[in-house]
């Protein structure tokens, strides 16, 4: 049983298109993180939710706490969006992680 | 900049060896934590601390041990590296006790070879 499952596990796009994707955690949290790692493992956290809707540039991050669901959209996706997302909530003290989204977007 | 440091980005050991991962990071957090990712698998929890010389066991303790004298260091140790220990290695770090998730940063990873 995993506590945080992501979908789509892969995604091809071509550049500029609208990108969505969904995590559905079972856990109660204090916050939700979506993170970016690139090739060579090093890991970024893109975004940190406990509710509503954050944007950064081209990302945007929702969370529905009484769904216990969240997206993470990019728009106008370029080549260099290209990477695994991973959604990862707080839990009882601890994190839960989902497998990740791998993207890539061609030119 | 807030920072959480792993020692190394590559490392290759041999069977037997004891490996030692370190992990610092400058932002006073209280809670560290270690994974392990493997492809098909995701991140799993290794061991994590909430406070100096405290430690408990996660998901996947089986083969390592962990030591934290100083709160801004937490290592990771291989007592005897075997090679379904060759992973990437993630540390985290994160504000509060009980409130995990709120400020948590991520080191670059390590990724371990065993050969």
């Known amino acids: 049983k995993n506590e945080v499952e992501q979908s789509p596990q892969n995604l091809t796009a071509q550049e500029g298109e609208f990108i969505t994707i969904n995590c559905s955690y079972s856990?109660?949290?204090?916050?939700l993180h979506w993170l970016q790692q690139h090739p060579g493992g090093g890991i970024v956290s893109l975004f940190m939710l406990s509710s509503g809707k954050k944007k950064h540039g081209r990302l945007i991050a929702t969370i529905n706490i009484q769904e216990k669901h969240s997206s993470l959209h990019i728009t106008a996706s370029h080549p260099r969006d290209s990477a695994v997302y991973i959604c990862a909530v707080g839990a009882r003290n601890q994190f839960y992680f989902g497998t990740g989204t791998s993207l890539t977007v061609i030119p | 900049d807030v920072k959480v440091t792993q020692s190394s980005r590559y490392l290759v050991k041999r069977t037997g060896e004891k490996v030692f991962l370190e992990c610092v990071q400058d932002m006073d957090h209280e809670n560290m934590f270690w994974y392990r990712q493997d492809p098909g698998l995701g991140l799993r929890l290794i061991y994590f601390s909430y406070d100096v010389k405290m430690k408990e066991k996660g998901d996947i303790p089986e083969g390592y041990s962990v030591s934290r004298e100083k709160k801004e260091r937490f290592s990771l140790i291989l007592e005897s590296a075997s090679t379904n220990q060759t992973s990437m290695y993630l540390c985290a770090s994160s504000l509060l006790s009980g409130v995990t998730g709120l400020g948590a940063f991520f080191g670059q990873g390590t990724r371990l070879t065993v050969v």
């Open positions: 856990v109660g949290i204090s916050a």
